[in-house]
């Protein structure tokens, strides 16, 4: 299975997020987390609504934790 994030995204909502966020498509195209620039390894996905969460934004399992789950938030 192939997972592209943001491929069902219109081209007008893609030259918004690269305004907003510039390298992000690039780094996408490169299977890299746009916020880190790691390389995604889908096996490091800890559940499906992660998988999903990259299909949405691209970032990589790391990025997602220190997004959804800040230091010092239980």
């Known amino acids: 299975?192939?997972?592209?994030?943001?491929?069902n995204k219109s081209p007008a909502i893609k030259?918004?997020?690269e305004?907003?966020?510039?390298g992000t498509l690039q780094a996408i195209r490169e299977c890299k987390?746009?916020?880190?620039r790691d390389p995604i390894v889908i096996?490091?996905?800890?559940d499906l609504l992660s998988v999903r969460e990259y299909e949405i934004s691209g970032l990589c399992q790391k990025?997602?934790?220190k997004f959804f789950n800040p230091?010092?938030?239980e």
Do not use: H, K, S
């Open 1 to 7: 299975m192939t997972f592209t994030p943001m491929n």
């Open 15 to 17: 030259q918004v997020i």
């Open 19 to 22: 305004g907003l966020f510039p």
């Open 33 to 36: 987390c746009p916020a880190c």
């Open 43 to 46: 096996a490091d996905f800890v």
């Open 63 to 65: 990025c997602q934790d």
């Open 71 to 73: 230091v010092g938030e």
